[in-house]
């Protein structure tokens, strides 16, 4: 066997293995041994039958098999001879494979690249503080409040705070919006809806909750609103100015519920003193949560800009892909017609490539760390996995736990990510902390 070593680029291999005569039917001999075992040829027992009878016979079965043997054992052997470390198999072009010739078979390989770690002790990392404030406190307590809130009819013009029933039409330089995008009437022409007078969760016309304090109950008004430049959901609106003809129907004042026995029972609580304590656990729990999410970007962006190396093609190209189904899928959901993606195209790609080169980047540092300190997975990470994802899909541990047992890369992709994680954790473990005032 000859295996010749050819360098595309810094990450890229070609090996080119040649196999002789005989090696080539020798693979051939075994395959069609392998076979007779269990052929069935009249007028001879399993396993009798001649060779050659069997090669016959089972030709189209023996010359699939072969040919898989004879590009296994070039892969097999051109590895061991030259010990790379592949990642990927981009290509493999087997020519032509037959008995009694020699066989040339081309595999191209993606392989890891070659870089020194930086230092990833002592990464500088900022959290803030976690204690609650008493205006963060109340700020809780008020949202409690506000989810059981009445909402009585007012005889008066709409306050902040207050929900008016209204009807409204719009136009765009005198053209009725529910002709420029007939497929959203939504945005064009509604006889009734709720806004939130000056609230913080808007309706689906941008800034026209902000327009109907002073408004009461028979109440007309034109009012203007100017849609953002990069309106995704109606793409025809983008951008442009649209007067909104607005009735007002009814105005109704929000009441919220008393702070009493009552209300505490509803949160499980005795007392004021006891949903104040509730709140700031919870509130400590959560700002716990998000300074370690925080020193985890920050180490990992940290390490990301200390060591420079190239970064295998088939790699980010595969990543790409999936940076760009998860974008697509989640603004999907979010009402982003197809239409918009085709637009957006180049962009889209470009920033998904680029996300894309960062994170499998990141993920050959850490892949390189976790090597260096011995971090492994073991059996209750992969059981914790397991129960998480049993929970969130609302699937059985048990029958989840035979599906990935039985699916080998779908499992070698879970034992990545969770060293991944693992080491993105050593890494905090190992950061200088400073705590720091959020700004205001």
Known sequence: ???????????????????DPTEVDAEHKAVVAEIAKFARIPGFRPGKAPAAMVAKRFNKEIVDDFKQKVVAKAYRSALEQEKLDVLNVVNVEDGTIATGTSA????TLDVRPEFELPDYNDLPTEIAPTEATDAEIDNVIQGLRSERADFKPAERA?????????????KIDGQAITDLAPDKQLY?????????????NEGVIPGLGKQLAGLKAGDKKDV??????????????????????????????????????EFFKAQQVDDLA??????????????????RTAQRRQVTELLGAK??????????????????????EENMRRGVPQEQFEKDKKELFEGARKAAFNRVKLQLILAKIAEKEKIEVTNDDLNNFIYREASRSNQ?????????AGDREQLRSIQQSIIFDKAVDFLVSKAKVSTVEPKA
């Open 396 to 404: 059985n541990p048990d029958k989840l736990a035979k599906t990935l």
């Open 274 to 291: 006891g949903l104040q304590s509730q709140v700031r656990t919870n509130l400590k729990m959560q700002k716990e949560y998000q300074n």
């Open 1 to 19: 066997m000859n295996v010749q070593l050819n360098s595309v680029s810094a990450t890229r291999k070609n090996l080119v293995v040649t196999l």
């Open 307 to 328: 060591v420079d190396f190239p970064v295998p093609d088939s790699l980010v190209e595969a990543e790409t892909q999936s940076v760009l189904r998860q974008f697509i």
């Open 158 to 170: 709409a306050q902040k705070g207050d929900y008016a029933k209204l009807s409204y039409e719009g």
């Open 224 to 261: 203007t609103v100017t849609f953002p430049a990069e309106f995704a959901a109606v793409p025809a609106l983008a951008g442009k100015n649209a007067v909104y003809s607005v009735e007002i129907q009814e105005i109704r004042e929000r009441v919220l519920p008393e702070l009493n026995a």
């Open 188 to 200: 064009g022409k509604v006889p009734q809806t709720w806004e939130e007078v000056e609230g913080a």
């Open 104 to 107: 040339t078979i081309t595999i």
